[in-house]
């Protein structure tokens, strides 16, 4: 498994950033997207949607009798991206979720102040471990490889045993690991500059 964040905003975003007005209005009426922030946009007001997207991916595999079949299987998450906040870092059920420790605490406090909006863009992988888990037995060999997406960016996850490998990238292994929880991995970095000319 390898994740990795990216950044907070997307190509979807420009395309509702660039929404006629009467299409703005009808969006905002529902409460599905608000145009109410500006960050690093010369104060152009920025979509930010209010909706979570869920993915699902299967397959149908037919296992002949007798025979041994290796099975591998890859595939790029979809990340969650959100505006991460002090109350965000102060919430009981975040600190939780992703092990946040003292020192990531400390690390993204700092952040938070040197951010002049006071705000971080943070970005969230999921990885089902539990449900998941239909093998026989536990993972005989599980291997972990976690990558930042810059040097600035903080990381938090529930992971016995992770170690750094280089400024930006974490590794982890294990032999016979039996997962009790799935696996949330937390990305928070400053927010990217956004500079549009028309």
Same mark, same amino acid.
């Given at each position: 498994?390898?994740?990795?964040? !990216?950044?907070?905003? &997307?190509?979807?975003?420009?395309?509702?950033?660039?929404?006629?007005?009467?299409?703005?209005?009808?969006?905002?009426?529902?409460?599905?997207?608000?145009? #109410? =922030?500006?960050?690093?946009?010369?104060?152009?007001?920025?979509?930010?949607?209010?909706?979570?997207?869920?993915? =699902?991916?299967?397959?149908?595999?037919?296992?002949?009798?007798?025979?041994?079949?290796?099975? =591998?299987?890859?595939?790029?998450?979809?990340?969650?991206?959100?505006?991460?906040?002090?109350?965000?870092?102060?919430?009981?059920?975040?600190?939780?979720?992703?092990?946040?420790?003292?020192?990531?605490?400390?690390?993204?406090?700092?952040?938070?102040?040197?951010?002049?909006?006071?705000?971080?863009?943070?970005?969230?992988?999921?990885?089902?471990?539990?449900?998941?888990?239909?093998?026989?037995?536990?993972?005989?060999?599980?291997?972990?490889?976690?990558?930042?997406?810059?040097?600035?960016?903080?990381? &938090?996850?529930?992971?016995?045993?992770?170690?750094?490998? &280089?400024?930006?990238?974490? =590794?982890?292994?294990?032999?016979?690991?039996?997962?009790?929880?799935?696996? #949330?991995?937390?990305?928070? !970095?400053?927010?990217?500059?956004?500079?549009?000319?028309?």
């Amino acid at each position: 498994m390898i994740a990795s964040g !990216e950044g907070a905003r &997307s190509a979807l975003n420009d395309r509702l950033d660039d929404l006629p007005q009467d299409a703005r209005n009808e969006l905002t009426r529902y409460g599905v997207i608000d145009w #109410n =922030t500006a960050f690093g946009a010369a104060d152009k007001p920025l979509a930010s949607t209010h909706w979570d997207r869920h993915i =699902t991916y299967y397959w149908f595999q037919t296992f002949p009798a007798g025979r041994t079949i290796e099975v =591998t299987h890859h595939y790029k998450p979809v990340p969650r991206h959100f505006f991460f906040s002090k109350e965000e870092l102060a919430n009981p059920e975040t600190r939780k979720l992703y092990c946040i420790d003292q020192s990531f605490a400390s690390a993204a406090q700092a952040a938070l102040k040197q951010s002049s909006t006071a705000i971080l863009a943070g970005t969230e992988l999921k990885y089902v471990l539990v449900t998941g888990g239909n093998w026989l037995g536990p993972i005989k060999k599980f291997n972990l490889t976690e990558e930042k997406p810059s040097e600035k960016a903080l990381v &938090s996850l529930c992971a016995d045993g992770i170690k750094r490998a &280089s400024p930006t990238t974490f =590794t982890m292994s294990a032999d016979n690991y039996a997962p009790d929880s799935d696996l #949330n991995v937390l990305f928070v !970095e400053p927010m990217p500059v956004l500079i549009r000319s028309r």
